[in-house]
């Protein structure tokens, strides 16, 4: 029980409700108790709990691409967390506690500007990853002069190399050096992003590669 000296705005001494007063070198404290770690979850918290867990590994690689590439859909939260929700509700597969994320399913930008046509992606030069895309100029907002949003994603690594400035959509091809992936397996995405910035186009997925 605490006691309340000199009435209700006196220093406090000993435990009131949640709170517990105290003195240190003659200087009243009031602070609260520290509560109960909970050691207990629910089934379908703990479900929830390492969907969130597989998801943040994926995309904390990418952190500051998502910023931007994911903006436009980023309504009173972050372009991380937009994509948090997007990946979450998307591409997740697998049952407790093995979940995986879907490469195929994921997003790494989100807009709607015109992505290309028939992108495709291959390792075919030591330490680097060859994307080539049918050029579409002129569909939508597509412009020439938007650039390529490359994305090359190592999951034995947990490591991602990306360029939010690569070739125009317009040079119908480009490289993303990637020596540190030379061996491995590595997911692969191309997205657009106007000259201005304002425009993002949506990813598509170009599969898994072996890095030469």
């Not at 509560?35 to 990418?62: C, I, N």
């Not at 992505?115 to 020439?144: D, E, Y």
């Not at 993002?200 to 898994?208: C, E, F, L, Q, V």
């Amino acid at each position: 029980m605490g006691i309340i000296n000199k009435g209700i705005l006196g220093p406090v001494s000993g435990t009131v409700g949640t709170v517990i007063g105290g003195s240190w070198k003659g200087i009243s404290y009031l602070r609260s108790q520290p509560t109960s770690r909970r050691t207990s979850f629910t089934q379908p918290q703990l479900e929830q709990q390492a969907k969130f867990s597989t998801v943040m590994k994926f995309l904390q690689t990418m952190t500051p691409l998502l910023s931007v590439s994911f903006r436009d859909y980023a309504i009173q939260m972050s372009g991380f967390n937009n994509a948090m929700r997007y990946t979450l509700l998307n591409a997740v597969t697998g049952t407790y506690p093995a979940y995986e994320i879907d490469y195929s399913l994921a997003l790494v930008s989100r807009g709607d500007l015109p992505n290309v046509l028939n992108p495709q992606a291959a390792s075919t030069t030591i330490g680097h990853v060859q994307f080539q895309w049918t050029n579409n100029s002129g569909v939508g907002k597509a412009l020439p002069t938007d650039s390529s949003i490359l994305v090359v994603y190592c999951q034995s690594r947990n490591q991602c190399i990306y360029t939010t400035a690569g070739q125009d959509r317009s040079a119908g091809s480009d490289s993303l050096a990637v020596a540190a992936f030379s061996g491995l397996q590595v997911e692969t995405y191309v997205g657009f992003i106007s000259a201005d910035g304002k425009n993002i186009a949506s990813s598509i997925y170009t599969g898994t590669v072996t890095v030469m």
